[in-house]
T-cell receptor
Framework: GESVGLHLPTLSVQEGDNSIINCAYS??????FIWYKQESGKGPQFIID?????DKRQGQRVTVLLNKTVKHLSLQIAATQPGDSAVYFC????????FGAGTRLTVKP | DADVTQTPRNRITKTGKRIMLECSQT?????MYWYRQDPGLGLRLIYY???????NKGEISDGYSVSRQAQAKFSLSLESAIPNQTALYFC?????????????FGAGTRLSVL
């Protein structure tokens, strides 16, 4: 069936390094994707989105890459900071939004 | 003040009890959602509503019901709570139009069913 998933449940990086969080999807008709960040004790918060007519979108220290050929997207965080420690979810454009299980990013000082 | 407010923030109840979780928003959004979050399973959609009186089942609606009597309020009920409904519950809202899939979440309600 259709799904949105993440490759790794946890990721640990050194402060200052770049982080890459991956997500795979199976619905080739999906045309819009969103990344959310969930800090401990809080609800998810929108980070960045991308439409299927784009391969790349940049925000402040974050970049999302979309590869429609292999149905894969990634979230890149530049110069990772302790405040980036959180669980990151990708979500697929549907009325009944589907989230992956999330990747927990831990930033080591 | 939070744009999406959930009450209560924490609730402990017993098996078989009826409970209601409330969500209110000041964002003026038409769309509202209820999710549950379990460790390792991410967010799963319970119910969603695109307008007052509009109700749609999500991925895991069994054992739950909702009410959308006003644009700003969306309540989730557990008619007869059971222990496997112990979870973290989130309410979310989104606008209509181009940004319809960007959701804004409340801080969550932690529910324990004993």
């Amino acid at each position: 069936g259709e799904s949105v998933g993440l490759h790794l449940p946890t990721l640990s990086v050194q402060e200052g390094d770049n982080s890459i969080i991956n997500c795979a999807y199976s619905n080739s008709a999906s045309d819009y994707f969103i990344w959310y960040k969930q800090e401990s004790g809080k609800g998810p918060q929108f980070i960045i989105d991308i439409r299927s007519n784009m391969d790349k979108r940049q925000g402040q220290r974050v970049t999302v890459l979309l590869n429609k050929t292999v149905k894969h997207l990634s979230l890149q965080i530049a110069a990772t900071q302790p405040g980036d420690s959180a669980v990151y979810f990708c979500a697929e454009n549907r009325d009944d939004m589907r989230f992956g299980a999330g990747t927990r990013l831990t930033v080591k000082p | 003040d939070a744009d999406v407010t959930q009450t209560p923030r924490n609730r402990i109840t017993k098996t078989g009890k009826r409970i209601m979780l409330e969500c209110s928003q000041t964002k003026g959004h038409d769309r509202m959602y209820w999710y549950r979050q379990d460790p390792g399973l991410g967010l799963r959609l319970i119910y969603y509503s695109f307008d007052v009186k509009d109700i749609n089942k999500g991925e895991i609606s069994d054992g739950y019901s909702v009410s959308r009597q006003a644009q700003a309020k969306f309540s989730l009920s557990l008619e007869s709570a059971i222990p496997n409904q112990t979870a973290l519950y989130f309410c979310a809202t989104s606008p209509t139009g181009v940004a319809k899939n960007i959701q804004y979440f409340g801080a969550g309600t932690r529910l324990s069913v004993l």
